[in-house]
């Protein structure tokens, strides 16, 4: 008896609930999609309950000179590019970018949703790294509206799990140590959700931490607290370069440095996961005293920092099939009634994050009553 060969056009993986797949002419440029968005820990979201999201991507000239010709009316945009629509509901990339893009441009392609499945087409001169670029940016954009659909809430915010495999939330501005206390938590036993970005789902159980699709990306002043500085210069990373030169051989130092999941594992020793159930939601600001203060908060504080820091969804123009919410969805005063909310200032800095840690995740005094305060008898 013998055995199929698998196929190696074919990516497949799984996103909290979202299952999908990613198929290629290109064995080379399917590889390179998974690497950037298969973790290190397979899935636990339920079985039940999945959302199916198939792409496939091709090449076709000829029907991206006929998209170019009917489409028209306002630009959308996805990321750094500008979109117009044919009468067909395909997007095609219309060559004029926003006024503050600064990646490279795409190649032109186009994106459009048939029989249950996305496509993307691509110019017959487009290399294999350009349409892999493409198809990773257009497939977290895709899950993101999927996730969107099903009640998903974005959020400034970075997720860890701790040995328990529960999530915890860290919302705060740029600054405040959302990465460093992630990165510090998973490296304590636990798994790096999402780094900068993460979506908050209603799912079985309760909610859901899930990751945005971005991948993990540090400052060099977190990777330097957490003594990972020099492992990192030395590493030869997929998103600064070929994956076989140095980032300390590159002609510029990269502000933020991009990790994808098993470089995440491999370079900073760290587990990866997709999503977990999420235990507590914790705000951080600055700190004031010498040491870190950790207290609990009431679900109206919790409520007005996850409003403070939410986000548009990474969709963009791209619109999920199927726009009908289910009934589960409860939004944000849902979430703060059944996740607990803490507050956390101190200084990524001055203090180190495994006593932050360790004060926030204790058992923080009761949180204040909700409402206005009692009258004094």
Not at 176 to 190: D, N, Q, W
Not at 310 to 327: E, F, I, M, Q, T
């Amino acid at each position: 008896m013998t055995t199929e060969p698998p196929d190696r056009r074919t990516a497949t993986a799984q996103w909290g609930p979202v299952a999908w797949s990613y198929t290629a002419d290109d064995e080379a440029e399917t590889a390179r999609v998974a690497a950037q968005l298969v973790t290190a820990t397979p899935s636990v979201w339920p079985a039940h309950g999945r959302t199916r999201l198939r792409v496939r991507s091709t090449r076709d000239r000829a029907a991206l000179d006929r998209l170019e010709q009917m489409a028209s009316g306002p630009a959308r945009r996805l990321r750094e590019e500008n979109y117009r629509r044919a009468p067909d509901g395909t997007w095609l990339c219309c060559g004029s970018r926003p006024a503050d893009a600064t990646d490279q441009a795409l190649p032109r392609h186009a994106i459009g949703h048939h029989d249950g499945r996305w496509t993307i087409l691509h110019d017959d001169g487009s290399s294999t790294e350009q349409r892999a670029r493409t198809g990773d940016i257009v497939l977290r954009a895709l899950m993101a509206a999927a996730l969107t659909a099903l009640g998903g809430l974005t959020v400034h915010a970075s997720a860890a799990t701790g040995r328990d495999g529960r999530a915890v939330v860290f919302l705060g501005h740029s600054g405040t140590g959302k990465s460093t206390l992630a990165l510090r938590l998973a490296r304590a036993g636990g798994c790096f959700v999402s780094g900068d970005r993460t979506l908050l789902v209603p799912g079985p159980g309760g909610w859901w931490a899930v990751g945005a699709g971005l991948l993990p990306r540090f400052r060099w002043g977190t990777l330097e607290g957490l003594g990972l500085a020099m492992r990192v210069r030395d590493a030869a990373l997929l998103r600064h370069g070929d994956g076989r030169c140095r980032v300390a051989d590159l002609p510029r130092t990269p502000a933020k440095v991009v990790f994808t999941p098993a470089e995440s594992e491999r370079v900073l020793a760290v587990r990866t996961a997709d999503c977990a159930p999420l235990c507590k939601l914790v705000v951080l600001s600055p700190a004031e005293g010498g040491v870190p203060v950790a207290r609990a908060v009431a679900p109206e504080e919790t409520a007005a920092a996850v409003r403070a820091h939410s986000l548009p969804s990474d969709a963009g123009c791209l619109a999920w099939p199927v726009p009908n919410r289910p009934a589960q969805v409860r939004g944000i005063a849902g979430l703060v009634e059944e996740v607990t909310g803490a507050a956390l200032a101190w200084d990524p800095v001055r203090h180190r994050a495994a006593d932050a840690l360790r004060r926030v995740l204790a058992d923080t005094p009761a949180a204040p009553p909700s409402g206005p305060p009692a009258s004094a008898p």
